[in-house]
């Protein structure tokens, strides 16, 4: 935290290099959140630069509740939630439980794209999650955020965070399960 | 055993279950651990500080331009109401001065003495 304000009022008193290290910490999370919601690469780019656009505007609102990794989160998820709206892509209900579970399990798209390797085939099934499902499994494993910090990333209560990772992961194994031709016949 | 706990059980690294739900539940979890193919621009950073840059620029062309369109407007403004109210220049009530010439250089010379006194003197002292 103190790193935090250190760097920030460096970059409030218009240091350029500061503002460059804040990006090269924050990059690869805000790559990873844009690059989970948004399927075209061409708009991905352009909103990751956005997200830093808007950090560089705001960062003197920025007022130290919460680490600052979490609060340019927040930002890259809202750029693209906002952006999958633009786009009238549905965000904002996750499906009914059992017909969506129904639907991505039965569903084959993901295994025709990778058969041979097991990353890739996971990976594109994430793809096909609900956008918060998405987030919250990106968040989690890949950027290493806890519950709390999820929850203030994308807003939702911490209860929601755990059921949303449970719901997520059930469904790739589920998936997986079925792949790896192992699903036991009850 | 729920699937919460296997799911708890197999973050925490078990590796005693070996039933189909374990062993898929490994796969998912080592896979969701790979970097996805998308990465950002090599000269990402350059990228956004030229576009804050160039931000900047326009920014201050635009404060620019606001600022000579309201000087213009002021005088149209201005020009319009000396027109409309038939403006004369006057010194209305301070044209009796004009029969005290001597008050008016008294009055400069006053406060010329004035504040050469509080150069001079008052502010030395106090420094």
């Not at chain 1, 633009?86 to 798209?109: C, G, L, R």
């Not at chain 2, 279950?17 to 898929?24: I, K, L």
Request: charged residues 30%; proline residues 2%; aromatic residues 10%.
């Amino acid at each position: 935290m103190t790193d935090d304000r250190a760097l920030v009022s460096r970059i409030i008193s218009g240091d350029v290099q500061a503002f460059r290290q804040l990006i090269r910490q924050n990059e690869r999370l805000v790559g990873h959140m844009v690059g989970r919601l948004i399927d075209s690469s061409e708009d991905r780019e352009e909103i990751c630069q956005d997200v830093f656009m808007k950090v560089y505007e705001k960062i003197g609102e920025f007022n130290f509740q919460s680490q600052l990794s979490t609060w340019i989160g927040t930002i890259a998820y809202r750029h693209g939630i906002n952006h999958l709206r633009k786009k009238k892509i549905k965000v904002s209900d996750i499906p009914d439980e059992e017909s969506f579970t129904t639907h991505f399990i039965a569903d084959d798209q993901a295994d025709s794209l990778a058969e041979q390797d097991m990353d890739d085939y996971v990976l594109k099934l994430v793809d096909h999650l609900p956008p918060q499902y998405k987030t919250v499994l990106t968040l989690y494993h890949l950027d290493g955020k806890n519950y709390t910090e999820i929850g203030e990333i994308t807003g939702m209560p911490e209860g929601t965070v755990k059921n949303y990772l449970f719901r997520a992961r059930n469904l790739l194994k589920e998936k997986v399960k079925k792949y790896m031709g192992k699903e036991e016949w009850i | 055993m729920k699937d919460e706990e296997l799911q708890y059980k197999i973050e925490q690294g078990d590796a005693q279950d070996t039933s189909a739900d374990a062993e898929a539940y490994r796969k998912v979890f080592s896979s969701l651990q790979h970097e996805p193919e998308f990465s950002l621009h090599a000269s990402f950073e350059d990228l956004v500080i030229q576009r804050i840059a160039a931000k900047h620029i326009k920014e201050s062309s635009r404060d620019g331009w606001w600022f000579a369109g309201g000087i213009l407007l002021f005088i149209i403004g201005l020009v319009v109401a000396i027109i409309l109210i038939d403006f004369r220049p006057d010194v209305g009530v301070y044209s009796f001065l004009k029969g005290y010439p001597g008050l008016i250089i008294f009055a400069l010379l006053f406060i010329l003495a004035l504040n050469y006194i509080d150069r001079k003197f008052i502010r030395n002292v106090s420094h």
